[in-house]
């Protein structure tokens, strides 16, 4: 007898030799892979706007001759944590609004909600530890980030639902995955200025470029079970679309730059990050939902160089 995804514990949507099957106690997967801890490009993704802006923050710091080292790497292991932690909850408010919904795609039906391996009690329960440990790290920093941080809650909210009301929903979790564009630089001056905007807003466009390629996999059972995507309205003109966003995301990236004043190393970041975004435009095959989510996952590579050369250029300030 061949055992499925939801016989042998995993979800067949995840890497079936993930160190949470290796590590954690089987009891305890259904509540890892509702946070997506077998999935690290969730948490990833949502944590290279916030190195991102830190980082910023700490060129302009740098150049004005008051940087601190220290306080910049807190903030860093601080964001890292909170976007693990905020990344988890939010998988779990999603996986609890679209319960209905999961148990009608082929993708995410053997996930432990639909698949019965944890209660919506479990889940709720689970939800409000990961929102707790994410407060615990906002009230680290100033109050103006704690209140920026909570006002972003609205959009986390509203983001499941999105998919039932409109055909953009890549733009609601933009909305709140790009979040940290604002938070790394408000922790750092207690303040917003037009640079951690400009980046805020290219961190949108960024995520509905990779959420659409990440939609593909999915847009035959959405269109059977009627739910919306940036994949099914831009259909065969992904590609068309993709370069207007990846290209947006790359002009406010450098406005960002250049209103903060950072030097060529970051330039140079930028210039590599660009290379990535187009080659992906160039390889996209939606048709191919192993190489859609392969893309989408080598946007962890582009957030990586950008931040990688931002944090190279501080010394440089």
């Not at 042998?8 to 997967?29: M, T």
């Not at 980082?55 to 790497?73: H, I, M, T, Y």
């Not at 893309?295 to 931002?310: D, R």
Request: proline residues 4%.
């Amino acid at each position: 007898m061949i055992s499925t995804p939801s016989d042998s514990g995993r979800v067949s949507d995840a890497p079936s030799d993930n160190w949470v099957y290796r590590v954690l106690p089987r009891g305890a997967w259904p509540y890892a892979q509702l946070a997506r801890w077998d999935r690290p490009i969730g948490w990833q993704l949502l944590m290279w706007p916030c190195f991102w802006s830190a980082a910023l923050a700490a060129n302009v710091g740098a150049a004005a001759g008051s940087f601190d080292w220290p306080r910049f790497l807190l903030h860093l292991f601080l964001f890292f944590i909170g976007s693990v932690a905020m990344r988890g909850a939010g998988c779990t408010y999603n996986d609890l609004v679209d319960h209905d919904i999961d148990q009608a795609v082929a993708r995410t039906r053997s996930r432990p909600l639909p698949s019965g391996r944890i209660t919506r009690r479990q889940a709720k329960i689970f939800l409000a530890l990961q929102a707790l440990a994410g407060l615990v790290v906002l009230l680290q920093f100033n109050l103006f980030s704690i209140g920026l941080g909570v006002a972003s809650l609205l959009i986390v909210a509203i983001y499941p639902f999105a998919k039932r009301f409109t055909d953009w929903p890549q733009f609601f979790l933009g909305m709140a995955f790009s979040w940290g564009a604002l938070m790394g630089w408000a922790a750092a001056f207690g303040t917003l200025a037009l640079a951690p905007v400009a980046l805020y807003i290219a961190a949108i466009a960024w995520t509905i470029g990779y959420d659409t390629i990440y939609a593909h996999q999915d847009k035959e059972d959405d269109a059977l079970i009627g739910v919306r995507s940036t994949a099914r309205l831009f259909g065969e003109k992904t590609r068309q679309w993709l370069i207007g966003l990846y290209g947006l995301t790359v002009a406010l990236i450098a406005l960002s730059f250049w209103l903060a004043g950072v030097g060529v190393i970051a330039w140079l970041g930028l210039a590599a990050a660009a290379l990535m975004l187009a080659w992906q435009i160039r390889s996209l095959d939606i048709d191919d939902p192993v190489q859609c989510l392969a893309l989408f996952k080598f946007n962890h590579v582009v957030g990586f160089a950008i931040f990688l050369a931002l944090a190279i250029a501080i010394p440089f300030a």
